[in-house]
């Protein structure tokens, strides 16, 4: 099984944490680890930051997080209307005692794969990540909670949308 959501949110701080906190019910009731569960919702904390800071745009004062968990995989994608990413300006390296721009550098650090590009022809960016899951052991997600063992092979996520 699988599950999905989308949510278009308010370019406002207060929203980065709601968008988290779905997260982190969605992942705890689906049985992942809470390490990765962690993990993953700093990283969309972050690019959600990123596109309340930077993706106004003339169209729309709001963004879109989606996230799928199919399987072991969990993609989650930050889409804005702002003006996107200048990727020659992108740094490949970050010094230590930088104060701001460190949000992609996390993100990369948390994630397997990331993917930053603009959207064509609508303007904003888009930046989507990915990592694969792991799993809470079946007595500590609980048998009413439908917990997954890797020996079981199967995925307990509810079909949501």
């Given amino acids: 099984m699988s599950m999905w959501w989308c949510l278009r949110l308010r370019r406002e701080a207060a929203s980065v944490p ?15 680890d809470t390490e990765v569960s962690y993990e993953l919702s700093l990283a969309l904390s972050e690019a959600c ?14 963004y879109c997080v989606t996230a799928y968990l199919d399987g072991d995989k969990c993609r989650i994608e930050v889409s804005d209307s702002g003006p996107g990413f200048r990727t020659t300006a ?3 390296t970050m ?34 990540f990915d990592k694969t899951l792991k799993w809470r ?12 063992t890797s020996e079981s092979g199967g995925s307990p996520l509810l079909a949501a949308g």
């Fill in 18 to 32: 709601l968008a988290r906190r779905l997260l982190l019910d969605a992942m705890a009731g689906a049985g992942v």
């Fill in 49 to 62: 930051a990123n596109a309340v800071e930077h993706g106004r745009g003339e169209h729309s004062d709001a």
């Fill in 90 to 92: 992108l740094p490949r």
């Fill in 95 to 128: 010094p230590v005692d930088a104060e701001t721009g460190r949000g992609l550098f996390l993100i990369e650090s948390l994630a397997d794969h990331v993917r930053v590009r603009n959207r064509p022809g609508h303007g904003g960016a888009v930046v989507t």
């Fill in 137 to 148: 052991h079946a007595e500590a997600a609980g048998t009413a909670g439908g917990g997954h």
